[in-house]
């Protein structure tokens, strides 16, 4: 047995069961795996322009967001000195704004300034703590560079003030918005029934030649779940992802903006919210993960595993968002 999960459909389907055929594009990017899959009249659908096409939507994200490569955008930013504006480019401040959004909806449980927090932890580019965990004194000096609030994000100008020491870290954001510019790139090309999918987010459309939506299995639970995406992404947040042993404990991923350490005993073991937007889906998983079964004020449609048990937990609002 398994429980089945079919959005409200909203907007037509836009494609009729019919002759086609499912096409498959993939690769890597962002430092994981990514597929589309898609249908397509005949087999001469898949070529090199799509492909690229979709590849530049990555790069766009990478050249902008990656904290990983020292000349994108946000790596100057957070290089900045303090006092300083900085004009953001139209994708970077359509991510940002969510992710500020985000913050002050989840009473900054997401904190898109979390940065510091993640390389002190090993979870950035530098990688891995060292053979000691961060001192309380290392803590206590991040925290002082950590809040959203710090930010003054001039959304008329589409700008951002550095005051000094923040670094902003898009990671939980970036991949799922990278979804949703993918998609959008699908759309424009006239593709119109996809899955497309990074490093286990995902954003469906339409339907497939035998008239079966895109069906995908949320991670985890007993019984398991599926849900139909037509118009709709799904992102997962989990501690099995990213995390490191020390001294018998697993440290997770996860950081808590408000204590700059990673979740303690993490009471969920994945997250998955399903939300029109891919990127919101992602910021909104970062933030159920931290706040467990405190998600649901959130009003996101949301799928919370915990560690202890096989049953899974659904808020209200992803038992009244799909029928």
Known sequence: MRQVYIPEIRSPLGVEKGPGVIQSLSGTTMGTGWTCKFMADTESRVDGGLRAGLERQFQLVIAQMSNWEP???????????????????????????????????????????????VDLWGFGPAGGPGPELPAKSAIARVRRRVGWRRLRFDADRRRVYQPGGVALDLSSIAK?????????????????????????????????PDGQPWWVELEGGDPPAVVALHELAVATSGEYRRNFLHAGRIYGHTIDPRTCRPIANPAWLAVSVLHGSCMAADAYATAAMV??????????????????????VETQALRAMLR
């Open 71 to 117: 000349e994108s955008d946000v790596s100057r930013f957070n290089r900045a000195p303090g006092g300083t504006w900085h004009q953001l480019a139209p994708e970077f401040f359509q991510v940002l704004s969510c992710a500020m959004r985000v913050a002050e909806e989840s009473g900054g449980t997401y904190d898109p300034t979390v940065g510091p927090a």
């Open 176 to 208: 799922g918005f990278a979804v949703d510019l993918a998609a959008g790139h699908l759309d424009s090309c006239g593709v119109r029934s996809y899955l497309m999918e990074i490093g286990g987010e995902l954003k469906g459309r339409g339907v497939k």
């Open 291 to 312: 706040l467990g079964r405190g998600a649901a004020r959130l009003g996101i449609a949301a799928r919370l595993l915990p560690v202890d048990g096989n049953e899974a």
